[in-house]
């Protein structure tokens, strides 16, 4: 099997160096990852500014990109091959409920599945990585278990392509619980805004932090992670609101004839 891996904290964070070596012990793996910590990039590429690819000395390579620029120009050009699979993390902190839509390390995974790639992107739902190898040995069980049931060839051979998001707490190996699939939380509103002037006199602003759980009932990510398991959501892309898409075309199309 063969891994592409990649982060949102940056080539040197201590997350994606604990998964490589968790990782390289079930795969071959190859890690394409940002130069700098792109928290929050999403899925975002870079269109109006050349792309550089560096070698670190351990053999990481690093992108002046977002996420999703390195998976993209591994996939279009730079590796040579098509990966069996597209591994993200471990993140510095939770990707749960909403933060999905906002994650770099999501849209790294993200990107890895729109190539119709099977992807995981996993996050440790505290930040300073506390317990990191212990996080990194539960997901390379899990991208080892996947493997061997056929899950990762079945999704690449039938062009169905996966993409899971998974959290695992900041707990010793022995203490995280069993693996438990879940659908997202939703979070509260983010913090106010953080303004502040600058030494020339303008306002700078920061954005809030995260907002607290706002749906963390049984079943959730938030829920799962709270009681010590770890937490696997399959995640879509498709944003249509299929729900409604007949209320919408009934009530647009009169009102717009």
């Not at 394409?32 to 928290?39: C, D, R």
């Not at 506390?130 to 996080?135: F, G, R, T």
């Amino acid at each position: 099997m063969k891994i592409l891996l990649s982060n949102d904290d940056g080539f040197q964070a201590a997350g994606l160096v604990a998964l490589y070596e968790a990782l390289k012990q079930v795969a071959e793996v190859e890690v394409i990852a940002p130069e700098h910590n792109n928290s929050a990039k999403s899925n975002a590429l870079t269109l109006h500014s050349p792309l550089y690819v560096h070698q670190a000395a351990n053999g990481f390579r690093y992108v002046n990109g977002t996420p999703a620029d390195c998976v993209h120009i591994a996939l279009t050009g730079l590796l040579g091959y098509r990966p069996d699979l597209v591994v993200s993390g471990i993140n510095n902190g939770a990707n749960m409920g909403d933060d999905t839509i906002y994650s770099g390390t999501v849209g790294a995974a993200m990107e890895g599945y729109l190539f119709g790639i099977p992807a995981i992107a996993f996050s440790q739902t505290e930040k300073g990585w506390h317990e990191i190898e212990a996080a990194a040995r539960k997901a390379a069980e899990l991208v080892q278990k996947l493997a061997q049931e056929g899950q990762v060839a079945q999704a690449t051979q039938a062009d169905r392509p996966w993409l899971f998001n998974v959290n695992i707490p900041n707990l010793p190996y022995a203490q995280i619980k069993p693996l438990q699939v879940c659908r997202l939380g939703r979070r509260h509103a983010a913090e106010k805004v953080h303004a502040q002037p600058n030494p020339r006199g303008d306002t700078m602003y920061w954005i809030g932090s995260a907002g607290a759980a706002k749906d963390g009932a049984p079943g959730t990510d938030f829920h799962a992670t709270a009681q010590g398991h770890m937490a696997l959501t399959p995640l879509m892309v498709d944003l249509t609101d299929h729900a409604h898409l007949k209320t919408w075309a009934t009530a647009l199309g009169s009102a717009l004839a």
